[in-house]
């Protein structure tokens, strides 16, 4: 997530969402889901990735990988390219890549839900390497994995998967995504942004929709899920507090009227250090936190398309 924030939110590997101090239980998850999660993850946290600082090698060898994983989804280009190149003050000389890929959907397909994660970290500095597994190589491999749940369960909406660049500049790459036009935001009915999901014991999600929406009563329906609503956090430091709205790149939607839901993780000891890794990672701990995201999709739908049929 970005330097002056971190904490994400959401939820899962689940638990009786009724007491956030209850033990989280496992789902039985297939071996190839944990091997595919696993193996995204331990290439975009690898040494050639070299941390993924943006006009970096490891940058470039890191959205390059990106692209093929997403044409071997099945994902489709975005207005004939997987890349959306953009300039911004604050990468001077250096060019950024945000990654897209496509899935059209079956009923309400001039409609988009954009899934987004940022891909982009903090590089190398001396000998330190910021590989940044946490932060947020889940992200990314956990976007994937719900693209390929989709892929096998056709979604109503179309949906937009973006691995999105320079977030931990400002939110560059979801910010120019929508100044350019790239994508029209008057036709994206919901954002899903994804960060840092993968070693908090519990996550948090925060959304746009009211308390008293019905989405929030769904939420904490899901079998075996450990999920926590916040709003803002402590930092890992306790020195100032995350707002989460403004953490990660959902926020480039929020402050248009899109609706969003952010999903990730508080600071840990790690949190921008070269012990962000992915030995410190679990993989059932990780998996199981992908079957529920792949579920809490579903409802998000339902949430849009109950109000497309409000709106019209």
């Known amino acids: 997530m970005r330097i002056l924030l971190s904490g994400l939110i959401l939820l899962l590997t689940g638990c009786q969402i009724t007491s956030s101090s209850r033990p989280c239980k496992s789902f039985q ?36 990988y990106i692209i093929e994983r997403f044409k071997g989804i099945g994902l489709a280009q975005w207005n004939n390219s997987y890349i959306h190149r953009f300039s911004h003050p604050k990468l001077k ?33 001396g000998r330190n390497v910021y590989l940044g597994a ?8 956990m976007m994937m994995a719900l693209a390929t749940h989709l892929t096998r369960n056709s979604p109503q909406f179309s949906v937009l998967f973006v691995a999105t660049d320079a977030e931990e500049k400002g939110l560059l790459g979801s910010e120019q995504l929508i100044a ?37 009563q769904q939420i904490k329906q899901i079998e075996q899920t450990c999920l926590i609503s916040r709003r803002t ?29 952010f999903i990730g993780g508080g600071q840990h000891a790690d949190y921008h250090g070269v012990g962000d890794n992915v030995a410190r990672i679990s993989p059932t701990h990780f998996s199981n936190r992908v079957v529920v ?14 109000s497309v049929e409000e709106s019209n």
Not at 106 to 123: E, F, P, Q, R
Not at 134 to 141: F, L, R, T, W
């Open 233 to 261: 956090h402590r930092s890992f430091s306790n020195t100032k507090v995350i707002d989460y709205k403004k953490a990660s790149d959902h926020f480039s939607f929020a402050r248009l009227g899109v609706d969003y839901i």
């Open 293 to 306: 995201v792949n579920q809490l999709y579903a409802l998000i739908e339902q949430s849009a398309i109950n």
């Open 134 to 141: 946490d932060d947020n190589a889940s992200g990314v491999a």
């Open 93 to 125: 000389q250096k060019i950024g890549i945000n990654v897209l890929g496509y899935l059209p959907g079956t009923v309400h397909s001039n409609k988009l839900i954009v899934v987004t994660a940022h891909y982009d970290h903090l590089g190398g500095q």
């Open 29 to 64: 998850v297939p071996d190839a889901i944990n091997h595919q999660l696993m193996d995204d993850l331990t290439i975009l946290a690898s040494p050639k990735a070299n941390g993924r600082r943006t006009g970096t090698r490891g940058h470039k060898f890191s959205y390059q």
């Open 180 to 216: 350019s036009k790239t994508i029209d935001i008057n036709k994206v009915v919901f954002n899903i942004n994804l960060d840092m999901v993968a070693r908090a014991k519990r996550l948090y999600y925060l959304s746009s929709k009211p308390k008293n929406d019905i989405l929030h």
